[in-house]
T-cell receptor, first 110, second 115 residues
Framework: GQSLEQPSEVTAVEGAIVQINCTYQ??????LSWYQQHDGGAPTFLSY????GLEETGRFSSFLSRSDSYGYLLLQELQMKDSASYFC???????????FGSGTRLLVRP | EAEVAQSPRYKITEKSQAVAFWCDPI?????LYWYRQILGQGPELLVQ????????DSQLPKDRFSAERLKGVDSTLKIQPAELGDSAMYLC?????????????FGPGTRLLVL
């Protein structure tokens, strides 16, 4: 079967930096995506990594190591509004279908 | 800004009844996805359409679930009969073609409660 592992909860202080890890075991791999979901809201796309390395988009960065089957999402200068669930998702094949992890609930404290 | 539309937003039904959910993707998006999300878990793909054709429905419980996208635009997901375990959020997403296809845009979802 396919599996994605990410921590269930992370707590951090406003203004700090937090890293959310994701390890995966899938039968195919084209790329790793990250989505943010606020309580009661819809998932929104944050990033997609197909190649090894770090991709930066404003306060958010995403990293991928294909050889280690590992990626992470880095959130800098945390704000209260960053409190949400963060999902990693693997694109397994050319169809663009995604397999989602169970999510990491991030709580940002004042 | 264009958005994915879904209706209804909430649905309460009794087990053994039929329910239907509607999704209108962002205009021009050829790929449409239906997901089910149980509270505290990630979305699980039920069915993927490319235009009006089903690309993947391997996780769709076909004995009770059906999905269609007749004209390759909006889509309907139906459950008949509903069971208690179907209580979840049903999310629709769409994506455009080419290199942008890795970005899926999600609608607000339909929260289903089966009593």
């Amino acid at each position: 079967g396919q599996s994605l592992e990410q921590p269930s909860e992370v707590t951090a202080v406003e203004g700090a930096i937090v890293q959310i890890n994701c390890t995966y075991q899938t039968s195919g791999f084209y790329g790793l995506s990250w989505y943010q979901q606020h309580d009661g809201g819809a998932p929104t796309f944050l990033s997609y990594n197909a190649l090894d390395g770090l991709e930066e988009t404003g306060r958010f960065s995403s990293f991928l190591s294909r050889s280690d089957s590992y990626g992470y999402l880095l959130l800098q200068e945390l704000q209260m509004k960053d409190s949400a669930s963060y999902f990693c998702a693997v694109r397994m094949d050319s169809s663009y279908k995604l397999i989602f992890g169970s999510g990491t609930r991030l709580l940002v404290r004042p | 800004e264009a958005e994915v539309a879904q209706s209804p937003r909430y649905k309460i039904t009794e087990k053994s009844q039929a329910v239907a959910f509607w999704c209108d993707p962002i205009s021009g998006h050829a790929t449409l996805y239906w997901y089910r999300q149980i509270l505290g878990q990630g979305p699980e793909l039920l069915v993927q359409f490319q235009d009006e054709s089903v690309v993947d429905d391997s996780q769709l419980p076909k004995d009770r679930f059906s999905a269609e996208r007749l004209k390759g635009v909006d889509s309907t997901l139906k459950i008949q009969p509903a069971e208690l375990g179907d209580s979840a959020m049903y999310l629709c997403a769409s994506s455009s073609g080419g290199a942008a296809q890795e970005t899926q845009y999600f609608g607000p979802g339909t929260r289903l409660l089966v009593l």
